[in-house]
């Protein structure tokens, strides 16, 4: 029997940076997570993000002191494992499988019903579950077929969605003369009870920029920065 390996030095970090780009899913928080986190703190919602950034500014810095040392695939369960102990590590690996698992899911729901209305405006029936079933399979096909095509296609097609998104926002801005919201400033207005909730949703938008530390295998001179430092993982 042939063992399956991941093809070595495939990514360069063009395409790694795709995934993580399209793993963070802007056009997602535009379309999604910022209606969610102003429903919850309105005006406020800037905060929310100001604190869920400042977070994942650490937890990418203590990345990086694993990250510029040591890679293999699946480097984040390696990391926890070198860190904080193997028991420590598999909860950590096990949490990062279903997290992942549940931003796909939100991702192919999302694909299938904004796919349906699309094809609805252009007088098409389509069942949500052919949608979702043709969005799983394009998916499943790209990375089997090639793991940098999947890379580029998604960096394409996120690209073009943030140029249409960006085009709106502006659109909407001109029609209200690019007015500055002053009521986000009210201190006195600020939904302190519903902060904690808004950098939930906050991080939950910004998280995926972690996966490119799974890509240890694939990825070209991983370690190029740190040029004496062997694979440790």
Known sequence: MTSVR????????????????????PTMTAALIIPVMYSNTGNWSWISYALGTVM???VS??????????TCAGSMYAYICHGLGLTTGGIGGW??????LGIAMAGVTGFSIFAGKLLDMAGIDAPPILLFAVCVGAAWFCAWK???LSALLMLIFEGLSMLLIV????????????????????????PWSSVGLGVVVAIFSLVGFECATAFGDEAK????????TKRTL
Do not use: T
């Open 95 to 100: 949490s990062l499988i279903w997290a992942y």
């Open 56 to 58: 994942l500014l650490f």
């Open 221 to 228: 001179s991983p370690l190029k920065k740190a040029k004496n």
């Open 167 to 190: 085009v709106l926002c502006l659109i909407v801005l001109f029609q209200h003369h690019f007015m500055v919201d002053r009521a986000q400033f009210d201190v006195g207005a600020l």
């Open 146 to 148: 090639n793991v940098q």
């Open 6 to 25: 991941l093809r070595p030095n495939s990514l360069n970090f063009v395409e790694l940076l795709a995934q993580a780009v399209a793993l963070i899913s």
């Open 61 to 70: 810095l203590n990345l990086n002191q694993f990250a510029r040392r040591s």
